[in-house]
C-alpha cells in the first residue's frame, strides 16, 4: 500500500512568515494533488501537478512536483491567518482513477 | 451552482445502532466517492461508484458497511451496527468523470460519534 507522509504534522506560526510543507513517498505518482480543509469542511483542491519538476504558483502559494514525482512541496509566502487549516497532498498513481491522500499538515498562523 | 450536499451534518448514536448518510453530488457528475476521515488525518476512501456502478469498494469493510446509489445520482452509505471505532466524519465527493487530474468535488461531511 503505497503512503504519503507529510511534514511537518503540525505548524504554528506568526503572520508574515514563510513556510514550508513536505510530502514524500516511495512510489511514483503519475498525478498529484493539494488539498486545503477547514474545520466542519471537505477539502478544497488547490492545485494538480502532472509532470516531474513541475511548479505552479497560486498567488502566496507555490506548489513543485519532484523530479522523480515521488514527491511535492507546498512553500506559502508571508502567511495570513486566512491560510489556517489542515493541509492535504494525494497523489495517483498510473494505471488508477484513485488518489490515495497523505497523512496531512495542519497549520496555524497567528495574527 | 449547488455543491454536494450531505446530512446529516452530525449523528451520535450507541454502538450496536445502525446508522445512515446520505449524499446528492453536484448535478451531473457521473463519479461518486465516500471517504472515511479520522480526526487531523487524511481522507481514506471507502468505495467509488461510475454511475449506479460500484467500480472500487476494496476498502469497504463489507460486514457493517453497506452502500447504494440505485439512480445513479444520490448515494447512501450505511452502517450496522455501529462500533466505537467507526467515530469518525464520512466525507462524500464527487466529480464529472473519473481520470487523473479529474477534480473532485467535497461536501461538509457528516461527523459520526458512536457512545
Known amino acids: 500500500t503505497q503512503l504519503l507522509e507529510q511534514s511537518p504534522q503540525f505548524l504554528s506560526i506568526q503572520e508574515g512568515e514563510n513556510l514550508t510543507v513536505y510530502c514524500n513517498s516511495s512510489?511514483?505518482?503519475?498525478?498529484l494533488q493539494w488539498y486545503r480543509q477547514e474545520p466542519g469542511e471537505g477539502p478544497v483542491l488547490l492545485v494538480t501537478?502532472?509532470?516531474?519538476?513541475e511548479v505552479k504558483k497560486l498567488k502566496r502559494l507555490t506548489f513543485q512536483f519532484g523530479d522523480a514525482r515521488k514527491d511535492s512541496s507546498l512553500h506559502i509566502t508571508a502567511a495570513q491567518p486566512g491560510d489556517t487549516g489542515l493541509y492535504l497532498c494525494a497523489g495517483s498513481t498510473s494505471g488508477t482513477y484513485k488518489y490515495i491522500f497523505g497523512t496531512g499538515t495542519r497549520l496555524k498562523v497567528l495574527a | 451552482e449547488a455543491g454536494v450536499v450531505q446530512s446529516p451534518r452530525y449523528k451520535i448514536i450507541e454502538k450496536k445502532q445502525p446508522v445512515a448518510f446520505w449524499c446528492n453530488p453536484i448535478s451531473g457528475h457521473n463519479t461518486l466517492y465516500w471517504y472515511l476521515q479520522n480526526l487531523g488525518q487524511g481522507p481514506e476512501l471507502l468505495i467509488r461508484y461510475e454511475n449506479e456502478e460500484a467500480v472500487d469498494d476494496s476498502q469497504l469493510p463489507k460486514d457493517r458497511f453497506s452502500a447504494e446509489r440505485l439512480k445513479g445520482v444520490d448515494s447512501t452509505l450505511k452502517i450496522q451496527p455501529a462500533e466505537l471505532g467507526d467515530s469518525a466524519v464520512y466525507l462524500c465527493a464527487s466529480s464529472l468523470a473519473r481520470g487523473q487530474g479529474n477534480t473532485q468535488y467535497f461536501g461538509p461531511g457528516t461527523r459520526l460519534t458512536v457512545l
Open positions: 512510489s511514483v505518482f503519475s498525478s
Open positions: 501537478v502532472v509532470t516531474g519538476g
